[in-house]
């Protein structure tokens, strides 16, 4: 979770990375966001990019846009 230093309420925004990447991804667009007053929550799909060290469980052969939905349901 990225939050601007600016105390107060903030939009926050749900980054999903892309294939091949994981929460870590594109941080100088996290850190741009923040910069303009939003807080960025990041997060991995389940199976996404084990090769990435990302901090999910999963097949990545299970994935799918419906599954990727759910994830994000659950965020």
Do not use: R, W
Not at 17 to 35: A, D, I, M
Not at 48 to 74: A, N, R, Y
């Amino acid at each position: 979770m990225f939050i601007p230093k600016k105390e107060g309420k903030h939009p926050c925004v749900i980054y999903c990375h892309g294939l091949f990447e994981n929460h870590s991804s594109n941080l100088k667009l996290k850190e741009k966001l923040v910069k303009n007053g939003n807080a960025v929550y990041s997060f991995d799909f389940c199976g996404g990019c084990p090769h990435l060290q990302g901090k999910s469980d999963g097949d990545p052969l299970q994935m799918s846009v419906l599954t990727e939905k759910k994830d994000l349901e659950c965020v």
